[in-house]
């Protein structure tokens, strides 16, 4: 280790030491050596895991949940596969026997789908996996992603709160000072300090109450990006975004919306399974080829077998299927209409509150500047001008205005969420 330099001493060999002194020697130089080993890894724990947004967004698209909505689409995926397939061939082998003659008999039946009803079968699926990767999509906006972007934002709206108590908290920690400085030399009135000192406890207590508050916001973003809760601070402000979309964005938007494409896709699917129903109606022929081997006493003979079969559909023509998929075709398609229909008035209206929270914020903010408040009262207080209790309520004032922007701008923020979930798609980011 540069600048240091180990030199092992028999004590036997130095005056005036005892065997006593040398094990105290000994056990100083091992503890000192263990604090230089386990002080730098005791200060990395204690730095505090910082986090973007965009980072805890792409731990929880690796998540438990988002894996789950992965493997619904590869399950949506294999029916596609299964489907459409042709029936298996049958091998029939069979031997008969009547007076002295034995007939064997080796065929291979292969029915023939020919009216196109498993090519409308696989169709039928592949509109069921437009559906699965449509809700899938609008899924991971809403039940991931969105859920990340929330405990994300409790965590910051939280964590700016307790910075801003905190700074409100020196502020008048230092006035305290001042006031106890001037009440020993005379100058200054006990009520004033003691009032002051109330103020500052009353600080202190809320302070201590957003230090709890973090926790929980913490655990719960810490559990969806799956990391450990332990100093996970979230590092992002409470800017808004840019720019949120027109209201003709925000219609188009909503109509190419997961759920509302999916239903579509169903609708669509069930028109394909009353084609492929319609088609059982038409004979489906089967094809039987073969040989066959005759014995007589002695003698063998062999020859070939070929047969056609072909279903009469007398009973079953797949009406019933066929009625079953047009009902559900319909039923669909009057829900997708009502979907977009009531997707498209909230869309309007989260639009309408993000855009309203927004100015409000926006507003709130560009009113006048709090710390300059308290600049002009503790002039006038230090110059006899005004009381103590007019001091302390432009110092409670500020910290009332910084508290009450964190809350606009986090209220705004989540305004953005929401209309995202609404869209179906991050489009304010």
Partial sequence: MPGWQ???????????????????????????????????????????????????LHLGDASPSAATLGLEVDRARAEVRA????????????????????????????PLPLTGRLSLEKSAARSGLKATEARTRLARVNLVRANVREAFLDLLVAQERTSSLSAGLSRLAELVQVLR????????????????????????????????????????????????????AADGSLEAAPSLPSLEEARVLVASRGDVLALGAEAERADYLARAARRRAIPEPSLTLGAK??????????????????????????????AIARAEGALLRSQREALSRKALAEAEAALAQAAARREGAESYAAAADPDE??????????????RILELLDAYRTAINVSLRTIELRGEARRAEIELNRVLGTEVVR
């Fill in 181 to 232: 400085s001037r009440e020993k030399e005379g100058e200054s009135s006990g009520f004033d300090l003691m009032r002051a000192e109330r103020e500052q406890a009353e600080f202190q207590a809320d302070f201590l109450e957003s230090q709890g508050q973090v926790v929980r916001p913490r655990g719960e973003l810490a559990a969806l990006v799956g990391l450990p809760s332990e100093g996970l």
């Fill in 373 to 386: 408040l308290i600049r002009i009262a503790r002039a006038a207080y230090d110059a006899g001008e005004m």
């Fill in 6 to 56: 180990f030199v092992r001493c028999d004590a036997g060999h130095i005056p005036g030491r005892t065997s006593s002194d040398s094990k105290r020697s000994v056990l100083k130089t091992t503890w000192l050596l263990a604090l230089i080993l386990i002080l730098p890894a005791a200060l990395r724990a204690a730095e505090p895991r910082l986090i973007p947004l965009d980072e805890a």
């Fill in 293 to 322: 081997t005759t014995e007589v006493a002695s003698d063998a003979d062999a020859g070939s077998v070929a047969a056609i079969s072909i279903s009469i559909p007398i009973f079953d023509r797949g009406q019933g299927a066929r």
């Fill in 83 to 110: 489907s459409g397939l042709w029936p298996n061939p049958e091998v029939a082998v069979s031997r008969e026997e009547a007076l002295g003659t034995v007939d064997r008999f080796e065929t291979l039946s292969l």
